[in-house]
């Protein structure tokens, strides 16, 4: 079964660095989604992408946030300089459909950032 | 701001025992609802879609009210393996993608 990759699965890092993320969709699938989730709550979206183009990017701070999809695979999630407040668990999704439809999403395995 | 509220929990409950979440949503405009599962420092996973008309898989039933935007799981026979977070999950359509509820932690005891 198809799998939604992304890596790193752990990163830590000092406040004031920059870290970034990476995400491979499920093959065929337009829409990328990539979602913040603190321990205790659920996940929170970031960013939504059909193909190459940004759907939704009103809930990522973009004064330290970045995301790209240039060739509408692949995504990366960057953030520069992290802040203490940004430890949490990053996940991407990706579904067949366009964005707001009622197609599954299917989630990476996440990756867990801590901010030191 | 649209939200979707659920009881945290935990819920204890002994194996073998049925057990019932809701979930309630405030924007009267969505169009798709979902239940789905997160074990304990792993991604969500797709449990069941929920329809007008209600729907069943196996020991799950998913209800929903539109009129009283609010979701229902039942989970019958519970099983050890049930212990997860529940996630209910909104769809307002368009832009909004998904929004997640915090969760409910279900703890079945043998």
């Known amino acids: 079964e198809a799998e939604v990759a992304q890596s790193p699965r752990y990163k830590i890092t000092e406040k004031s660095q920059a870290v970034a993320f990476w995400c491979d969709p499920i093959s065929g699938h337009a829409t990328l989604y990539w979602y913040r989730q603190i321990l205790g709550q659920g996940p929170e979206l970031l960013v939504q992408f059909q193909d190459e183009s940004v759907v939704d990017d009103s809930q990522l701070p973009k004064d330290r946030f970045s995301a790209e999809r240039l060739k509408g695979v692949d995504s990366t999630l960057k953030i520069q300089p992290a802040e203490l407040g940004d430890s949490a668990m990053y996940l991407c999704?990706?579904?067949?459909?366009?964005?707001?439809?009622?197609?599954?999403?299917?989630f990476g395995p996440g990756t867990r950032l801590t901010v030191l | 701001r649209k939200e979707v509220e659920q009881d945290p929990g935990p819920f204890n409950v002994p194996e073998g025992a049925t057990v019932a979440f809701n979930c309630t949503y405030s924007n009267s405009a969505s169009q798709s609802f979902f239940w789905y599962r997160q074990d304990c420092r792993k991604e969500p996973k797709l449990l069941m879609s929920?329809?007008?008309s209600g729907n069943e898989d196996g020991r799950f039933t998913a209800q929903l009210n539109r009129a009283s935007q609010y979701i229902s799981l039942l989970i019958r026979d519970s099983k050890l393996s049930d212990s997860a977070t529940y996630l209910c999950v909104v769809n307002g359509g368009g832009a909004d993608g998904l929004t997640f509820g915090k969760g409910t932690h279900l703890i079945i005891q043998p």
């Open positions: 929920v329809y007008s």
């Open positions: 999704a990706s579904s067949k459909g366009l964005p707001g439809g009622t197609d599954t999403q299917y």
